[in-house]
């Protein structure tokens, strides 16, 4: 449970990392202020950022027309533009939260970016459907998935025709995106909602959605005990669309699979990954009581008592330990093509590159798949080489990180202050203590190999337990 500083506590849990002088910032606001403001990202300059976006990556706000090609250099160019946006809103944006729900959505509707024409439709369905909608309304939110090219296309609903059904989209929208796998539906379900959106597609020419009515079953249709008459056309998918929100689950009526399946993953998104019970359920009443509306449940989440109380520390994902040790740290970007390249690797290496679950149900979000001893080894190897400031197109200033600190107490001070807000654990004290000091009074200068040791203490800091976790 979690017991210490609750401005340090919302910081970690919405955002990746806390940059230094955000904590300062956020506890002059006062918490509630702090996180009022995150709620509302349109209120929040980013235009440093979305600078640097629009100058190196100019493939991020073209349309699906302008991106499609065959040629392969053009299709590379365009799935690493959008995959190093990605990183580098998470590291620069100050608009965090946000940033976290992005990544929280593109789980939750995720789509495979190397599956043929979706590594150009992809940077549509990042921009239009989870950037646009992400604090929204989620019928919004899953009207612009059900008619994105890039989800149609992945899942297969492009080829789902009255002649030819296919049920692919259809199973997933049930069981990942609406009602969850025990939300109650049948083989029949799945078969009705397929019929349901046959005829939805993409136009070959501009890469649009688009319905086409000769493809599509117009026959009638029941779906967990909707009555959809003959003759509805697209309205068929529509409907299905806005009444998988409102089907009870099995265990009650008075909560609807919906609201208990988005609030179980929003708990264990930012409380624990097995959430309690009884706090899933205040969140799924809240989700139905403001109609899916995302900004609203989460204020309500965010703000509640248990969110301080009942909260269990989680395991950083490898997207969130390398951005967290990037911005704890203060590292810089000197090369930003370079850069970007060098994350791009490191998380290949980690099994976290953005957009490349090939699976429907994204990334997990928890902590055992991604604590195989591969997968920790590659943390040491990127805490090792960012503390030895040997990361391509990085910099790492370990004198203005530990503030000329000379002797081995106060540079473990000026660490603790950067990389553990919260307090460094005592075993992880003493052995900073011995990197650092090597049997000598901690409390004297330390000699030439001032830097090496440094070096040698920050890698130990990042790679251990205590920074694995938030």
Same mark, same amino acid.
């Given at each position: 449970?979690?017991?210490?500083?609750?401005?340090?506590?919302?910081?970690?849990?919405?955002?990746?990392?806390?940059?230094?002088?955000?904590?300062?910032?956020?506890?002059?606001?006062?918490?509630?202020?702090?996180?009022?403001?995150?709620?509302?990202?349109?209120?929040?300059?980013?235009?440093?950022?979305?600078? *640097?976006?629009?100058? #190196?990556?100019?493939?991020?706000? +073209?349309?699906?027309?302008?991106?499609?090609?065959?040629?392969?250099?053009?299709?590379?160019?365009?799935?690493?533009?959008? +995959?190093?946006?990605?990183?580098?809103?998470?590291?620069?944006?100050?608009?965090?939260?946000?940033?976290?729900?992005?990544?929280?959505?593109?789980?939750?509707?995720?789509?495979?970016? &190397?599956?043929?024409? %979706?590594?150009?439709?992809?940077?549509?369905?990042?921009?239009?459907?989870?950037?646009?909608?992400?604090?929204?309304?989620?019928?919004?939110?899953?009207?612009?998935?059900?008619?994105?090219?890039?989800?149609? %296309?992945?899942?297969?609903?492009?080829?789902?025709?009255?002649?030819?059904?296919?049920?692919?989209?259809?199973?997933?929208?049930?069981?990942?995106?609406?009602?969850?796998?025990?939300?109650? /539906?049948?083989?029949?379900?799945?078969?009705?909602?397929?019929?349901?959106?046959?005829?939805?597609? %993409?136009?070959?020419?501009?890469?649009?959605?688009? #319905? /086409?009515?000769?493809?599509?079953?117009?026959?009638? +249709?029941?779906?967990?005990?909707?009555?959809?008459?003959?003759?509805?056309?697209?309205?068929?998918?529509?409907?299905?669309?806005?009444?998988?929100?409102?089907?009870?689950?099995?265990?009650?009526?008075?909560?609807?699979?919906?609201?208990?399946?988005?609030?179980? +993953?929003?708990?264990? &998104?930012?409380?624990?990954?097995?959430?309690?019970?009884?706090?899933?359920?205040?969140?799924?009443?809240?989700?139905?009581?403001?109609?899916?509306?995302?900004?609203?449940?989460?204020? !309500? =989440?965010?703000?509640?008592?248990?969110? #301080?109380?009942?909260?269990?520390?989680?395991?950083?994902?490898?997207?969130? !330990?390398?951005?967290?040790?990037?911005? *704890?740290?203060?590292?810089?970007?000197?090369?930003?093509?370079?850069?970007?390249?060098?994350?791009?690797?490191? =998380?290949?290496?980690?099994?976290?590159?953005? #957009?490349?679950?090939?699976?429907?149900?994204?990334?997990?979000?928890?902590?055992?798949?991604?604590?195989?001893?591969?997968?920790?080894?590659?943390?040491? &190897? !990127?805490? =090792?080489?960012?503390?030895?400031?040997?990361?391509?197109?990085?910099?790492?200033?370990?004198?203005?990180?530990?503030?000329?600190?000379?002797?081995?107490?106060?540079?473990?001070?000026?660490?603790?202050?950067?990389?553990?807000?919260?307090?460094?654990?005592?075993?992880?004290? &003493?052995?900073?203590?011995?990197?650092?000091?090597?049997?000598?009074?901690?409390?004297?200068?330390?000699?030439?190999?001032?830097?090496?040791?440094?070096?040698?203490? %920050?890698? =130990?800091?990042?790679?251990?337990?205590?920074?694995?976790?938030?």
């Amino acid at each position: 449970m979690h017991a210490g500083d609750p401005t340090v506590h919302l910081l970690r849990r919405t955002g990746f990392g806390i940059r230094a002088g955000e904590l300062r910032q956020a506890k002059e606001m006062g918490w509630q202020t702090w996180l009022e403001n995150q709620l509302s990202p349109e209120t929040i300059d980013d235009s440093a950022v979305d600078d *640097q976006l629009k100058r #190196f990556f100019p493939t991020l706000d +073209k349309t699906a027309g302008a991106l499609a090609t065959r040629d392969r250099n053009r299709l590379r160019r365009t799935m690493l533009e959008l +995959k190093a946006a990605r990183l580098l809103l998470a590291l620069f944006s100050r608009r965090q939260l946000f940033e976290v729900m992005v990544e929280f959505w593109s789980d939750h509707f995720n789509i495979y970016h &190397r599956d043929g024409p %979706v590594k150009f439709l992809k940077t549509v369905d990042d921009r239009e459907v989870v950037r646009r909608h992400a604090l929204g309304r989620f019928a919004d939110l899953l009207q612009a998935s059900a008619t994105s090219p890039a989800m149609l %296309v992945y899942l297969d609903n492009h080829r789902n025709r009255r002649r030819g059904p296919n049920e692919n989209y259809a199973r997933e929208l049930m069981e990942l995106h609406t009602v969850g796998s025990d939300g109650g /539906y049948s083989q029949a379900d799945v078969e009705a909602v397929a019929r349901c959106f046959t005829g939805w597609g %993409v136009d070959r020419q501009t890469g649009a959605f688009r #319905f /086409y009515p000769r493809r599509h079953d117009d026959g009638a +249709k029941t779906v967990m005990g909707l009555e959809i008459p003959a003759g509805g056309g697209m309205e068929d998918g529509l409907q299905v669309l806005a009444h998988l929100l409102q089907v009870p689950h099995p265990e009650g009526p008075e909560l609807r699979a919906n609201a208990r399946l988005i609030a179980t +993953k929003l708990c264990r &998104r930012f409380v624990a990954d097995e959430p309690p019970p009884q706090l899933v359920g205040r969140i799924a009443r809240r989700w139905q009581e403001t109609d899916g509306d995302i900004r609203e449940t989460l204020a !309500f =989440l965010l703000r509640s008592e248990a969110f #301080f109380s009942q909260a269990i520390p989680k395991v950083k994902r490898p997207l969130h !330990f390398v951005c967290s040790a990037l911005r *704890q740290t203060g590292a810089e970007i000197g090369d930003l093509l370079q850069a970007t390249a060098t994350l791009l690797k490191v =998380l290949r290496r980690l099994g976290h590159s953005s #957009f490349d679950h090939p699976t429907p149900d994204g990334y997990p979000d928890a902590a055992a798949p991604w604590l195989g001893a591969d997968g920790l080894l590659q943390r040491w &190897r !990127f805490s =090792l080489r960012l503390a030895r400031d040997q990361l391509p197109g990085f910099r790492l200033d370990r004198e203005r990180l530990t503030a000329g600190a000379r002797t081995p107490a106060a540079i473990i001070e000026r660490l603790e202050v950067n990389l553990f807000p919260d307090g460094i654990p005592e075993g992880l004290r &003493r052995q900073m203590v011995d990197v650092l000091a090597r049997g000598t009074d901690p409390a004297q200068p330390l000699g030439s190999d001032r830097d090496r040791r440094i070096a040698a203490a %920050v890698a =130990l800091a990042l790679a251990s337990p205590a920074f694995q976790v938030y």
